[in-house]
């Protein structure tokens, strides 16, 4: 059974940066295409970003483009979310996902979630 576990999380003011990771394990890695969701209080969770199962594909949510980059490493089997210029509005609960089949999208349809890290964003 594969488990996905987050780190990263935490409290930084606005215009800061944090660096999730994910680490996966039970699984091959490299088997999985991988996502990043958040959810904030009170609101529906939300792609973030995904990356394809070699690296070389890489989507992100209108609301983060050129702020964020997802990365993956497959020889620690770790996804990372690089997180620049942070807006009190990305305060949420982040989440790591992944597919075997298809490049994670939507929320629904995810295969497997990690158990979340809080990232807190002050104005």
């Known amino acids: ?5 987050e780190s990263g999380g935490g409290l930084v003011q606005a215009g800061g940066s944090l660096r999730l990771s ?5 699984r091959t890695f490299s088997s999985y295409a991988m996502g990043w ?8 969770r939300e ?4 990356i394809g199962w070699t690296g070389g594909m890489t989507y992100y949510a209108d609301s983060v483009k050129g702020r964020f980059t997802i990365s993956r490493e497959n020889a620690k ?5 690089r997180m620049n210029s942070l807006h009190p509005e990305d305060t949420a609960v982040y989440y790591c996902a992944a597919e075997r089949g298809r490049i994670p999208s939507v929320a629904r349809d995810i295969e497997v979630w990690g158990q979340g890290t809080l990232v807190t964003v002050s104005s």
């Open 1 to 5: 059974q594969v488990q996905l576990v």
């Open 22 to 26: 994910c680490v996966v394990s039970g």
């Open 77 to 81: 089997s770790t996804v990372y979310l």
């Open 37 to 44: 969701f958040r959810q904030a209080p009170g609101k529906e």
């Open 47 to 50: 792609f973030v970003a995904s």
